[in-house]
Nanobody, 123 residues
């Protein structure tokens, strides 16, 4: 069972950028669709972006479309989330997980979550 670890979060001013990494261990990431999710204080964990195992297709939540970009480098066993034009409402803990696309949207495939990485955007 592949294990995923998130990194790259931090404190940034509104309008700034961050790149998050989701690195796999215990197996190859290249057989999995991967998605990023985020959870703000007091709110549910929401889908942010997903990428197919081939890297040929990606999907974004409306709130981040045209600001965020998901990509993957299977040779490095890593999926990235480039976040640009950050807003205070992007503040959350960001998680990655294996995922599948459903009619109702992308859902995590595993109930096991990592520690996440905190992103804080100041106004």
């Amino acid at each position: 069972q592949v294990q995923l670890a998130e990194s790259g979060g931090g404190l940034v001013q509104a309008g700034g950028s961050l790149r998050l990494s989701c690195t796999a261990s215990g197996g190859a990431i290249n057989g999995y669709n991967i998605a990023w999710f985020r959870q703000a204080p007091g709110k549910a964990r929401d889908f942010v972006a997903g990428i197919t195992w081939t890297g040929h297709s990606s999907t974004y939540a409306d709130s981040v479309d045209d600001r965020f970009a998901i990509s993957r480098d299977n040779t490095k066993n890593t999926v990235y989330l480039q976040m640009n034009a950050l807003k205070p409402e992007d503040t959350a803990v960001y998680y990655c997980n294996t995922a599948a696309a459903h009619i109702t949207g992308w859902k995590a495939s595993s109930e096991k979550w990592g520690q996440g990485t905190q992103v804080t955007v100041s106004s």
